[in-house]
């Protein structure tokens, strides 16, 4: 095919050429380097907003895994603090129940000088707990503690020295008079939880004697409060002993 006018095409569709006024050759049509638009690259990698945002998600779920671990941690101590707390009550509660009857409030009780072996030899009210720390106030350092329904009396004694005077006006003998305070086993004692008060000795009245050497039914409360991770904790068991076969054969 001839050229018409100026410019001769030669080839076919996206490879041909043209011959311009000078003679020489051009690409045009989708070859043509003139006038060409190159795409725009693909982005590779994260733009800085991207990275804060994966960050701060990351952030959140990273504080919200060590919350739930600290929390996991927390309530296991917890659990096995109640745990050593419940089985020094209740061990505690066995001991008891294995002495003579008639020998557990004043084995347990706050008194020294009533322990039937003598002063001082019995348990006493308070007891150690392993794995537990005591409260700052704790009395003796010690977790554990059991409680009557008894009250500390002042009790008067009077008592006659030297001396043997018959006749009135003799001025022979001593009379010294002493006070102390003493823990009593009384029926009068108010207390909802131990169900007082209540006939202990099962004469059927409620009386302001001291019982602790003639009761049937013996309350009793065994408390131990720890210093916890989570502060101050505090278990407490309420029970009653009483002695059946004693009142059967009364």
Not at 65 to 94: G, H, Y
Not at 154 to 169: D, E, F, M, N, P
Not at 212 to 233: C, F, H, M
Request: aromatic letters at 4%.
């Amino acid at each position: 095919m001839g050229p018409r006018g100026k410019h001769a095409l030669e080839g076919d569709g996206a490879c041909a050429t043209r011959v311009n006024e000078m003679g020489s050759r051009e690409r045009c049509g989708r070859g043509s380097l003139r006038g060409k638009v190159r795409a725009p690259r693909a982005r590779s990698g994260l733009t800085i907003v991207e990275v804060v945002v994966a960050l701060s998600v990351m952030i959140v779920a990273a504080s919200i895994f060590c919350q739930m671990l600290l929390t996991t941690s927390r309530l296991r101590q917890i659990n096995r603090e109640n745990a050593l707390a419940t089985d020094a009550a209740r061990v505690q509660l066995e001991r008891i129940r294995n002495r003579p009857f008639l020998e557990i409030y004043k084995s347990y009780n706050e008194e020294l000088a009533d322990d039937p072996g003598g002063q001082g030899t019995g348990p006493g009210h308070l007891f150690t707990v392993d794995g537990l720390t005591p409260l700052d106030d704790a009395p003796q350092g010690k977790c554990g503690r059991v409680r009557f329904p008894s009250s500390q009396v002042q009790v008067t004694t009077t008592t006659t020295s030297g001396g043997g005077g018959k006749l009135k006006g003799a001025g022979g003998g001593t009379t010294t008079t002493t006070t102390t305070l003493q823990w009593q086993l009384r029926e009068d004692f108010q207390d909802e939880e131990l169900g007082m008060p209540r006939d202990l000795n099962g004469n059927n009245v409620v009386d302001t004697a001291n019982h602790s050497a003639d009761y049937l039914i013996l309350p009793v409360r065994i408390t131990v409060e720890w210093k916890g991770v989570s502060g101050p904790r505090r278990i407490e068991l309420v029970t009653q002993l009483g002695d059946f076969k004693r009142e059967d054969d009364g």
